[in-house]
């Protein structure tokens, strides 16, 4: 059974810092990479940044700099350390393979709300 669980939202002030967590099936964390998505009211959904198997990594020149991607797969779980947020940086968080929906088309977790205001 296909499954993303994402966590450690929440709300912080302009310059703060936040860590994402999401925690896959094993199934799917040990063959595909995965990444962060985020979609911002009134937006479509984008890609943030995404990590391979070896642990490469890729992040969006949005967020170059202020977030990292990483993944432990002996926990079959990724993260997103987010430093220096932006009011722009609030969205819904979501994890998903890259490319998104390989396992299951349409399939994606319940998210974690991050909100950057003073």
């Known amino acids: 059974q296909v499954q993303f669980v994402e966590s450690g939202g929440g709300l912080v002030q302009p310059g703060g810092s936040l860590r994402l967590s999401c925690v896959a099936s094993?199934?799917?964390?040990?063959?595909?990479?995965m990444g962060w998505y985020r979609q911002a009211p009134g937006k479509q959904r984008e890609l943030v940044a995404h990590i391979n198997r070896d642990g490469s990594a890729t992040v969006a020149a949005s967020v170059k700099g202020r977030f990292t991607i990483s993944r432990d797969n002996a926990k079959n779980t990724m993260y997103l350390q987010m430093n220096n947020l932006k009011p722009e940086d609030t969205a819904v968080y979501y994890c998903n393979t890259n490319p998104p929906e390989v396992s299951v088309p349409g399939y994606w977790g319940q998210g974690t709300q991050v909100t950057v205001s003073s």
């Open positions: 094993a199934s799917i964390f040990s063959i595909y990479a």
